[in-house]
């Protein structure tokens, strides 16, 4: 990671819909004893409830805890709090923005792509949705911003799995895998998964894309040795039962090839198709091999808005093999396929 990297701080996207357990994970965070010092953002003090006998000072915006946590409020515009955070005295080890129940955590992240303010101090760290396993089903019916939420996040806290059967927690497994197969998926009771699960992922960084492997395999895919024999957790395993869910609105694509591309040809084509399908490309990501380019190039993009760098050499003997992934709503696949073949050179 460079040093610059290092230096900023690091912004958890919390979102979940409404009563799935966010509160709890929020309320761990600005109470329990972990040594850090987290600044919190939330819509409303009212829907957390903060235990009074936890703060210490409080103006109207801001509430110290004893932890040594802060709490404030989005009243009007992030990059402002934001702002403000970061010129207050005594660096946070990380900020978690929490987003209402009924929101798309995309604007948010986006603030980390387009202010420049922002950008010089701080980086996305991680998007983080809080799942509610009893009810999810039926949100993701009914709700189109539980998609979102799914198809954006990089860590799932499916919570309050004691309440479902085992049977009933499959089938929401793969829904949720219908949608994102590329989540790092924790389930839990109470929220309780420990908080390095949840920060400092560095899920948007871009040092660590190459975790985009999917958490799965595709049911036609029967390569299940490097998944360590985890292969009966999966729901590409017809044998119990399980059922292999395409979720029809919400894709996730993955592109591969082992041979180089031609920059000049991808960088067109990418910057083209994220502005005429940025609306439906939630996340986008990518490692490249360029043809006669020692180093790799890595790039990630949430709607219309890209980054990317030439972050490494290549090391020896490691494969040269460009990967892309995209997540969204009625992605053109094969259009899409289509494009990124062009881009490989014969």
Same mark, same amino acid.
């Not at 929101?103 to 420049?116: G, M, S, Y």
């Not at 497994?173 to 949608?179: K, N, P, S, V, Y």
């Not at 389930?187 to 560095?202: F, I, K, Y």
């Given at each position: 990671?460079?040093?610059?990297?290092?230096?900023?701080?690091?912004v958890?996207?919390?979102?979940?819909?409404?009563?799935? *357990?966010?509160?709890?994970?929020?309320?761990?965070? &600005?109470?329990?004893?972990? =040594? +850090?010092?987290? /600044?919190? @953002? %939330?819509?409303?003090?009212?829907?957390?409830?903060?235990?009074?006998?936890?703060?210490?000072?409080?103006?109207?915006?801001?509430?110290?805890?004893n932890?040594?946590?802060?709490?404030?409020?989005?009243? *009007?515009?992030?990059?402002?709090?934001?702002?403000? &955070?970061?010129?207050?005295? =005594? +660096?946070?080890? /990380?900020? @978690? %923005?929490?987003?209402?129940?009924?929101?798309?955590?995309?604007?948010?992240?986006?603030t980390?792509?387009?202010?420049?303010?922002?950008?010089?101090?701080?980086?996305?760290?991680?998007?983080?949705?809080?799942?509610d396993?009893?009810?999810?089903?039926?949100? &993701?019916?009914?709700?189109?911003?539980?998609?979102?939420?799914?198809?954006?996040?990089?860590?799932?806290?499916?919570?309050?799995?004691?309440l479902?059967?085992?049977?009933?927690?499959?089938?929401?497994?793969?829904?949720?895998?219908?949608?994102n197969?590329?989540?790092?998926?924790?389930?839990?009771?109470?929220?309780?998964?420990? &908080?390095?699960?949840?920060?400092?992922?560095?899920?948007?960084?871009?040092?660590?894309?190459?975790?985009?492997?999917?958490?799965?395999l595709?049911?036609?895919?029967?390569?299940?040795?490097?998944?360590?024999?985890?292969?009966?957790?999966?729901?590409?395993?017809?044998g119990?039962?399980?059922?292999?869910?395409?979720?029809?609105?919400?894709?996730?694509?993955?592109?591969?090839?082992?041979?180089?591309?031609?920059?000049?040809?991808?960088?067109?084509?990418?910057?083209?198709?994220?502005?005429?399908?940025?609306?439906?490309?939630?996340?986008?990501?990518?490692?490249?091999?360029?043809?006669?380019?020692?180093?790799?190039?890595?790039?990630?993009?949430?709607?219309?808005?890209?980054?990317?760098?030439?972050?490494?050499?290549?090391?020896?003997?490691?494969?040269?093999?460009?990967?892309?992934?995209?997540?969204?709503?009625?992605?053109?696949?094969?259009?899409?396929?289509?494009?990124?073949?062009?881009?490989?050179?014969?």
């Amino acid at each position: 990671m460079s040093e610059a990297t290092s230096q900023k701080i690091p912004v958890t996207v919390l979102t979940g819909y409404l009563g799935a *357990g966010k509160t709890t994970l929020l309320n761990r965070i &600005l109470s329990e004893n972990h =040594g +850090k010092k987290y /600044a919190v @953002i %939330v819509n409303e003090f009212g829907e957390i409830g903060i235990d009074n006998d936890l703060i210490i000072g409080a103006d109207e915006e801001v509430f110290e805890m004893n932890n040594g946590c802060i709490c404030c409020t989005v009243r *009007g515009d992030l990059v402002r709090i934001m702002d403000g &955070l970061m010129k207050r005295k =005594g +660096k946070f080890d /990380a900020i @978690i %923005v929490e987003t209402t129940g009924l929101a798309d955590p995309a604007p948010v992240a986006q603030t980390f792509f387009v202010d420049e303010d922002v950008q010089k101090n701080a980086r996305l760290d991680a998007v983080v949705t809080v799942a509610d396993a009893k009810w999810l089903s039926d949100r &993701l019916k009914d709700a189109p911003e539980a998609k979102n939420q799914i198809a954006f996040a990089d860590v799932i806290v499916l919570n309050k799995t004691d309440l479902v059967t085992k049977g009933e927690l499959a089938e929401v497994e793969a829904r949720i895998r219908g949608i994102n197969p590329y989540a790092k998926l924790h389930r839990t009771e109470r929220c309780s998964v420990a &908080l390095s699960d949840v920060l400092d992922r560095g899920a948007f960084d871009l040092d660590r894309i190459l975790d985009i492997e999917p958490d799965f395999l595709e049911a036609d895919d029967h390569d299940h040795d490097h998944h360590h024999g985890h292969a009966h957790d999966h729901h590409h395993d017809h044998g119990h039962g399980l059922k292999h869910y395409h979720d029809e609105e919400m894709q996730s694509l993955s592109l591969k090839t082992d041979k180089p591309l031609d920059p000049n040809v991808f960088m067109p084509w990418l910057q083209n198709l994220v502005q005429v399908e940025g609306g439906k490309i939630l996340r986008s990501k990518g490692i490249l091999a360029f043809q006669d380019d020692d180093d790799r190039y890595v790039f990630q993009g949430v709607h219309m808005m890209l980054e990317g760098n030439h972050q490494r050499t290549w090391k020896e003997g490691e494969p040269r093999e460009s990967r892309l992934v995209f997540i969204g709503r009625e992605l053109p696949e094969e259009a899409i396929r289509k494009g990124f073949e062009s881009c490989i050179v014969s």
